[in-house]
């Protein structure tokens, strides 16, 4: 199985997994072992238009992609950019950084298009209604009159309950193929420094 997160083979986007795989979920501490039923492409669109934001300044409050949210049993696999002047520091889900260093949770600026084109560094997985929050800091010195952020990728329906344990095991020593789907931002090793 050559299928694996943040690939892109001739270019462009490809899906994680495909009907019939084996997906390991990380959720926080929530590990699901599903089989994929379904799956679709969504083309690009606007996930959110946080407003206007005056010239230095940030949002006001934390804003949801509710358009990112998935239905039960289901993930999503998005990459994304923000399509106006802005940087903007993502939550997966509102509590984890997402892109998240020791000190410093990574913004993300509209040069990422130019930068990474096919959008690797901004890919994310959304599990079910667990949407990721964003705050957008505009650095220019004028007012913004939007802010949008514009998202694309795919879409999975997997089976309501977990493999059966057999086939959990079997992934677990490395012989049945399955790919992990890290579904939230990542807080760092818990270890003392």
Request: glycine share 8%.
């Amino acid at each position: 199985m050559d299928l694996y997160p943040f690939k892109s083979g001739g270019g462009g986007m490809e899906p994680v997994a495909m009907p019939y795989h084996n997906v390991r979920i990380i959720y926080g501490s929530e590990v699901y072992y599903r089989q994929v039923t379904r799956m679709e492409s969504i083309p690009p669109f606007q996930a959110v238009d946080v407003g206007a934001i005056a010239a230095g300044a940030t949002n006001a409050n934390p804003t949801e992609l509710v358009n990112l949210r998935m239905f039960n049993s289901e993930f999503g696999q998005f990459r994304w950019y923000p399509e106006d002047h802005m940087q903007v520091t993502m939550y997966l889900p509102q509590a984890d950084g997402k892109f998240r260093l020791k000190s410093l949770v990574v913004p993300v600026d509209e040069m990422v298009k130019e930068r990474d084109p096919d959008l690797h560094f901004t890919e994310i997985f959304v599990w079910q209604d667990a949407t990721p929050w964003v705050t957008c800091l505009n650095h220019t010195d004028y007012n913004l009159a939007r802010s949008r952020i514009v998202a694309q990728g795919y879409r999975f329906r997997v089976t309501d309950e977990d493999l059966p344990p057999d086939v959990i095991q079997g992934i677990l020593d490395w012989q049945i193929p399955c790919v992990t789907i890290q579904c939230t931002g990542f807080a760092g090793s818990g270890k003392k420094s």
